[in-house]
Every structure is written in structure tokens, then in C-alpha cells.
């Protein structure tokens, strides 16, 4: 199993640029979530969904932030436009059943 | 609301001390248990878990933690760091009455000085 898959590793942008981050979870996991960790806030939860409809997107920052989930294997997380306090790692996760998660190895974004 | 608490935000140690971080919680009913573990620059990785059985569960890296229910805890432990155990150590918990999400700590920073 290749685990969570996000790509890209590193996003550099300018501001006002459109940013989507990818995700692939584990396959057969029903759970899937977005976080987004900085030094300032910790681990924030943008939104997770569950057998791909959003169940809690309470944590998207603003409408600038988007997310979908298309399918089973694939979610995209979107940000139009960016600002520099959006510079941050923006973490994928896939569970069963919400009995804890497996991460990906991120995504380092810096909007400058 | 739930919550979970970690003791301290940053511990640092000397290699071949013990270790201890707390980990609290804020609810009497059923939970499943989690320890994660991020080392610098990298995403986190699951250190241990709990959801049923004995109380003291084994994980990786010679890490350790036990349920304490009465006094809602579940503290990580190990008795002998190495230099390579820096990291953020996060204890996380799912809520049966929120639907299991899982609900964070805001981790503990440990430095294992060599």
C-alpha cells in the first residue's frame, strides 16, 4: 500500500495565483480529511468528508477555500486567490471508520 | 465540548532519561486512544493506539502509554530517550458522541539533548 498520497510536495506562488493541493487516500478508507498545520495555530481541520460528501467543513478558513471529493481515490483542496497567511503545510488523511488516521506527507505552500 | 489537554509544551531531556508526557481528556464515556508522532520536517505518523483490552499498550520505538480511565489519562512513556526521539508528540482521541472525530492536543515539543 503506497499510503496517502499528496502531491504537490512544494508549492511556491504568488499572491492573488490560484493554489489546488491533491489527494489520494488509502484505498478503501471511507474517511478523508484536510488540516492544515502552521507554527502560530498548530493542526487546524479545514473539512473531512465521509464516503466522499463533506460532512464538516466548519474549519475552511474563508470562501477563498474550496474542497472536493470527486471519487473514492482523489480530493483536491483549493485556494482562489491566495494570500501570504495562507503559507503553510497543508496535510491530507484517510481512515476507516474515523478510527485513526494515516497522513501524507504534506504539503509545504508559501504564498509570497 | 470535548477536549484534550497536553501538560506541557515543551519538554527537553538529556539521552538515557526517562520520559513521561501527560495527556488528558475531557469526557467520561467511550473513547479510542492515539499518540502520533511528527519528526522535524516530516507529516505524522502513528506512534500507538488504544481502543479496548489492556490498559498498557506497546507501540513503536520502544514508546509506551497507559489508559488510565479514572483519571481520564493517557500518558506516553519511555524509559530510556534517545537523541532520535526529537520530535512533536501529539495525543489525539475520538469521542463516541462526536462520531469518533478525532480531537487534538497541541502537542508537546521534545528535545533530546545528545
Known amino acids: 500500500d503506497a499510503g496517502v498520497i499528496q502531491s504537490p510536495r512544494h508549492e511556491v506562488t504568488e499572491m492573488g495565483q490560484e493554489v489546488t493541493l491533491r489527494c489520494k487516500p488509502i484505498?478503501?478508507?471511507?474517511?478523508l480529511f484536510w488540516y492544515r498545520q502552521t507554527m502560530m495555530r498548530g493542526l487546524e481541520l479545514l473539512i473531512y468528508?465521509?464516503?466522499?460528501?463533506?460532512?464538516?467543513d466548519s474549519g475552511m478558513p474563508e470562501d477563498r477555500f474550496s474542497a472536493k471529493m470527486p471519487n473514492a481515490s482523489f480530493s483536491t483542496l483549493k485556494i482562489q486567490p491566495s494570500e501570504p497567511r495562507d503559507s503553510a503545510v497543508y496535510f491530507c488523511?484517510?481512515?476507516?471508520?474515523?478510527?485513526?488516521?494515516?497522513f501524507g506527507s504534506g504539503t509545504r505552500l508559501t504564498v509570497v | 465540548a470535548q477536549s484534550v489537554s497536553q501538560h506541557n509544551h515543551h519538554v527537553i531531556l538529556s539521552e538515557a532519561a526517562s520520559l513521561e508526557l501527560g495527556c488528558n481528556y475531557s469526557?467520561?464515556?467511550?473513547?479510542?486512544l492515539f499518540w502520533y508522532v511528527q519528526y522535524p520536517g516530516q507529516h505524522l505518523q502513528l506512534l500507538l493506539k488504544?481502543?479496548?483490552?489492556d490498559p498498557l499498550v506497546k507501540g513503536i520505538k520502544g514508546f509506551e502509554a497507559e489508559f488510565i480511565k479514572s483519571k481520564f489519562s493517557f500518558n506516553l512513556r519511555k524509559p530510556s530517550v534517545q537523541w532520535s526521539d526529537t520530535a512533536e508528540y501529539f495525543c489525539?482521541?475520538?469521542?463516541?458522541?462526536?462520531?469518533?472525530?478525532?480531537?487534538w492536543g497541541a502537542g508537546t515539543k521534545l528535545i533530546i539533548k545528545p
Open positions: 488523511a484517510s481512515s476507516v471508520d474515523n478510527y485513526g488516521y494515516t
Open positions: 484505498s478503501g478508507h471511507d474517511y
Open positions: 468528508f465521509n464516503n466522499n460528501v463533506p460532512i464538516d
Open positions: 469526557y467520561g464515556g467511550t473513547v479510542n
Open positions: 488504544y481502543f479496548s483490552g
Open positions: 489525539a482521541v475520538n469521542f463516541m458522541d462526536s462520531n469518533y472525530q478525532l480531537i
